[in-house]
């Protein structure tokens, strides 16, 4: 397969992910609507078990499956002894808690949506044979920037609800990774512009 046809499929992919970014975005807003119109209907759903939590409990794992997972989580209750599935439900998730999830999400969404703009950036420039410019410089730094922001706001939760709360850190090294090697081939791209400015200089 020639190296034009191996860009233009991964520009091709790059475009298709982020329209998945702005469907999820979309989605993910209609059933933060409808939960504002009708929280009834989600009062089977008990977060608790969705994120494998234990009564008042305050539990840190290790995981080694795709690399060192930290996970510190801690579940509570404000009175009584009362279900989880009472307590914990989706419906009954403070009106604040709710509106800074959805915009912590809504965030992550929009810097993934970058990130696959900039990495296209750079694909495209790289077919059209302009490799080690600028701009691909500063859109790696950008990628790796946006990937560090995700990094952070994915690494901690703090849920509130009306008779108890859920909060945690969870912490997966992949995404600090992908960043630093973002700023690596930032640098990369920068001695390989330099070189081609001192060759234009040298002609």
Do not use: W
Not at 179 to 188: K, R, T, V
């Amino acid at each position: 397969m020639k190296k034009n046809t191996l860009l233009s499929i991964a520009i091709v992919i790059c475009k298709f992910i982020r329209v998945l970014y702005v469907l999820t975005f979309l989605i993910f807003t209609g059933f933060f609507v409808h939960l504002q119109i009708n929280p009834s209907y989600y009062n089977k759903i008990d977060l608790s078990n969705k994120l494998d939590f234990k009564n008042n409990s305050f539990v840190t794992s290790y995981k080694v499956s795709n690399g060192i997972h930290i996970n510190t989580r801690r579940t509570y209750k404000y009175e009584g002894e009362q279900k989880d599935s009472e307590v914990f439900t989706l419906d009954q998730l403070k009106k604040t808690s709710l509106y800074v999830s959805f915009i912590k999400y809504s965030v992550v969404l929009f810097l993934g949506f970058l990130c696959f703009g900039e990495f296209q950036k750079v694909m495209e420039s790289v077919k059209e044979v302009k490799t080690f410019q600028e701009n691909n410089v500063l859109s790696f730094r950008r990628i790796g920037k946006y990937l560090l922001i995700i990094c952070v706001l994915t690494s901690f939760y703090y849920h509130v609800f009306q008779r108890g709360g859920i909060n945690g850190i969870n912490i997966t090294p992949n995404l600090l990774i992908l960043s630093l090697l973002a700023y690596i081939m930032a640098e990369i791209f920068k001695e390989g512009n330099n070189l081609e400015e001192e060759n234009k200089l040298t002609v």
